[in-house]
T-cell receptor, first 115, second 111 residues
């Protein structure tokens, strides 16, 4: 069975702090995709990244970076120098390669960045 | 391009009633997926439609159904509403296998 665990329910930081959101997944598939989405208070899910299981390179996009480690089944997300606008719920999700529209979601981590 | 639109944005129904939610995908997108989001269960996949055919289905009872029209617009229907059906229902569309674009959701409250 596929499963995504985001152990951190809520995180609160002060602006400019770095913060890492953890994501651990379970799957028997050898080929799969991992995603991160952001859900601001408005409710609309915003795509952040998709990672193929064959690509273990870390990725950096501005203040965002992702660390994918198959050995520990983790796909962690780091925000550097956090800003108040980063306050949102962040979701990690998993899909198998043959059906990557059927996402299996973690329960999300609510991030509050305080001024 | 306009984003994914969902109507209505808010709905209040009573137990036993039925409800229909609508989703208009981004122009050119042929795949539409539906998700239910609740505080307790989080986000759960309901079903996916592609070219008017249901391609995938989640683990929901038969009271939850959907369809897709030739213009890719999709509707989902919930019959015999239960209190536990209160949720945010999200629709997502995609063109390729790359990513899904989500709409703002329909907030359904069942009294």
């Amino acid at each position: 069975a596929q499963k995504v665990t985001q152990a951190q329910t809520e995180i609160s930081v002060v602006e400019k702090e770095d913060v890492t959101l953890d994501c651990v997944y379970e799957t028997r598939d050898t080929t799969y995709y991992l995603f991160w989405y952001k859900q601001p208070p408005s409710g609309e899910l915003v795509f952040l990244i998709r990672r193929n299981s064959f690509d273990e390179q870390n990725e950096i996009s501005g203040r965002y970076s992702w660390n994918f480690q198959k050995s520990t089944s983790s796909f962690n997300f780091t925000i550097t120098a956090s800003q108040v606008v980063d306050s949102a719920v962040y979701f990690c999700a998993l899909a198998n390669a043959g059906n990557n529209r059927k996402l299996i979601w973690g329960l999300g981590t609510s991030l509050a960045v305080n001024p | 391009k306009a984003g994914v639109t969902q109507t209505p944005r808010y709905l209040i129904k009573t137990r036993g009633q039925q409800v229909t939610l609508s989703c208009s995908p981004i122009s050119g997108h042929r795949s539409v997926s539906w998700y239910q989001q609740t505080p307790g269960q989080g986000l759960q996949f309901l079903f996916e439609y592609f070219s008017e055919t249901q391609r995938n289905k989640g683990n929901f009872p038969g009271r939850f159904s959907g369809r897709q029209f030739s213009n890719s617009r999709s509707e989902m229907n919930v019959s015999t509403l239960e209190l536990g059906d209160s949720a945010l229902y999200l629709c997502a569309s995609s063109f390729s296998k790359d990513r899904q674009f989500f709409g703002p959701g329909t907030r359904l409250t069942v009294l």
